[in-house]
């Protein structure tokens, strides 16, 4: 469970923080465990359709209280993106988890009609995968649909829904 706040600083910056309620349900005897992350981002826009962001997650370095204490991904990441025209927007990044080697990803996302996205990505983690979906955006609402492949795992479907308060 989260709970966002997000706030714009003039016409340029924007930064935004979020609380996330975590929690592992275990069967029989060894009970469950709950924590708290926090994230928060910037995000900036120095030229007209050129975007530059910065997110950390979990930064306080929090960990689930379990018999062995498990702890919960530290993860920074920065990127960059740019609408080539109204319709086309690409996006590179690169994030590092503090145990983990460096990932560079990337992505595009196409304004197909009206309120209709389609959407793909690369990511180089370990091995090599991509993801495709489309989203749904009227009003608050969003809607977003994907599946993203995976050499091992194969295909993985992934569903969001949010409303954002005006």
Not at 41 to 59: K, S
Not at 98 to 103: F, H
Not at 140 to 159: E, N, R, W
């Amino acid at each position: 469970i989260s709970l966002a706040f997000g706030k714009p600083f003039g016409d340029i910056f924007s930064a935004g923080i979020q609380l996330d309620l975590l929690n592992i349900y275990q069967a029989e005897d060894y009970g469950n465990s709950t924590t708290l992350a926090v994230e928060g981002g910037i995000l900036a826009e120095p030229a007209e359709g050129l975007f530059i962001g910065a997110h950390v997650y979990n930064p306080t370095m929090s960990y689930y209280h379990t018999f062995e204490p498990e702890k919960v991904p530290t993860i920074l990441q920065v990127g960059i993106g740019y609408y080539f025209t109204e319709k086309l927007f690409i996006i590179m990044e690169t994030e590092k988890d503090l145990e983990q080697k460096i990932v560079f990803q990337g992505g595009a996302e196409y304004h197909v009609i009206k309120s209709i996205y389609a959407r793909f990505g690369l990511s180089t983690f370990e091995l090599s995968s991509y993801s495709f979906g489309v989203g749904f955006v009227y009003k608050g609402i969003k809607a977003d649909m994907a599946f993203s492949q995976h050499q091992i795992l194969g295909y993985t479907p992934h569903v969001s829904f949010s409303y954002s308060f005006r």
